[in-house]
């Protein structure tokens, strides 16, 4: 398709290329799940394994780009890779199929490209910044767009504080930030919170909220008039959402 440049087709192959042998891994880990020993140390190993294929990818196919795996330091200036292997890597070692490979470019410090795949379900979500965001076909790909819902008795959330519960209309710990992020861009969930993360967690998913017309603010901000989206990126504080139902869970939980 014309809108996929060859920079993020470039980074859908490789994670699809990579999670290849994620996706047996995951077959062989359901088969652990009736054994008290060994799981973790498997899983260990299928994460160790998705670095080093990751890495050695990214860097064949484009050298000039750093390549950051989960807390590593990322360079100042340069652009680079911004890697989460297995993100929900507690799923993953218990068999639920409710993870995924995260990748964001990050370029003078703005995510401009992103890619968040679950070889669990084969479902590829990407973005690249100002073209949108999109989830993988078999003929075309579906264009991405946060729900229009308003009211918080009505939104499904993902989040883990327990101010929430008496407003909403559910909430979800899933316990895989990026994948929740990218159902936030589909719409399947209304409201992500979540606070503490890692920016590869966070990246990848942010671009995808925001290409799908969503929001993204700092929890702490005092001030939401505008996003602070490097304040997100750096501390790992997030509220994802459309812009309506965003600021009402900022006030609720900063009251």
Same mark, same amino acid.
Request: glycine letters at 6%; one cysteine or more; proline letters at 2%.
């Given at each position: 398709?014309?809108?996929?440049?060859?920079?993020?087709?470039?980074?859908?192959?490789?994670?699809?290329?990579?999670?290849?042998?994620?996706?047996?891994?995951?077959?062989?880990?359901?088969?652990?799940?009736?054994?008290?020993?060994?799981?973790?140390?498997?899983?260990?190993?299928?994460?160790?394994?998705?670095?080093?294929?990751?890495?050695?990818?990214?860097?064949?196919?484009?050298?000039?780009?750093?390549?950051?795996?989960?807390?590593?330091?990322?360079?100042?200036?340069?652009?680079?890779?911004?890697?989460?292997?297995?993100?929900?890597?507690?799923?993953?070692?218990?068999?639920?199929?409710?993870?995924?490979?995260?990748?964001?470019?990050?370029?003078?410090?703005?995510?401009?490209?992103?890619?968040?795949?679950?070889?669990?379900?084969?479902?590829?979500?990407?973005?690249?910044?100002?073209?949108?965001?999109?989830?993988?076909?078999?003929?075309?790909?579906?264009?991405?767009?946060?729900?229009?819902?308003?009211?918080?008795?009505?939104?499904?959330?993902?989040?883990?504080?327990?101010?929430?519960?008496?407003?909403?209309?559910?909430?979800?710990?899933?316990?895989?930030?990026?994948?929740?992020?990218?159902?936030?861009?589909?719409?399947? #969930?209304?409201? !992500?919170?979540?606070?503490? /993360? &890692?920016?590869?967690?966070? $990246?990848?998913?942010?671009?995808? %909220?925001? +290409?799908?017309?969503?929001?993204?603010?700092?929890?702490?901000?005092?001030?939401?008039?505008?996003?602070? #989206?490097?304040? !997100?990126?750096?501390?790992? /504080? &997030?509220?994802?959402?459309? $812009?309506?139902?965003?600021?009402? %869970?900022? +006030?609720?939980?900063?009251?």
């Amino acid at each position: 398709m014309s809108y996929i440049s060859t920079n993020l087709n470039f980074l859908i192959t490789v994670v699809k290329k990579a999670a290849n042998s994620l996706s047996r891994d995951f077959s062989e880990i359901e088969k652990l799940q009736s054994s008290l020993r060994g799981h973790q140390e498997f899983a260990k190993a299928a994460y160790e394994r998705m670095s080093k294929d990751l890495r050695n990818e990214l860097q064949r196919g484009r050298p000039n780009y750093a390549v950051v795996i989960g807390q590593e330091e990322a360079p100042a200036k340069a652009a680079y890779f911004l890697v989460c292997p297995i993100d929900g890597l507690l799923n993953f070692m218990h068999g639920i199929p409710y993870f995924a490979v995260s990748v964001a470019v990050v370029e003078n410090g703005n995510v401009t490209s992103a890619v968040i795949y679950n070889p669990a379900t084969s479902d590829m979500y990407f973005a690249e910044k100002g073209k949108g965001s999109f989830k993988e076909g078999y003929r075309n790909h579906e264009r991405l767009r946060v729900s229009a819902r308003k009211e918080l008795s009505e939104a499904l959330i993902g989040a883990k504080d327990s101010a929430l519960h008496h407003s909403v209309a559910g909430i979800r710990v899933n316990d895989c930030l990026s994948l929740d992020l990218a159902y936030v861009a589909a719409g399947k #969930l209304d409201v !992500v919170v979540s606070s503490e /993360n &890692i920016p590869d967690t966070v $990246a990848a998913g942010m671009l995808l %909220v925001k +290409e799908s017309g969503g929001a993204v603010y700092e929890l702490n901000q005092k001030d939401i008039r505008s996003e602070d #989206l490097a304040s !997100v990126l750096a501390c790992g /504080n &997030i509220i994802a959402s459309n $812009a309506i139902l965003g600021k009402k %869970v900022h +006030e609720l939980l900063n009251k």
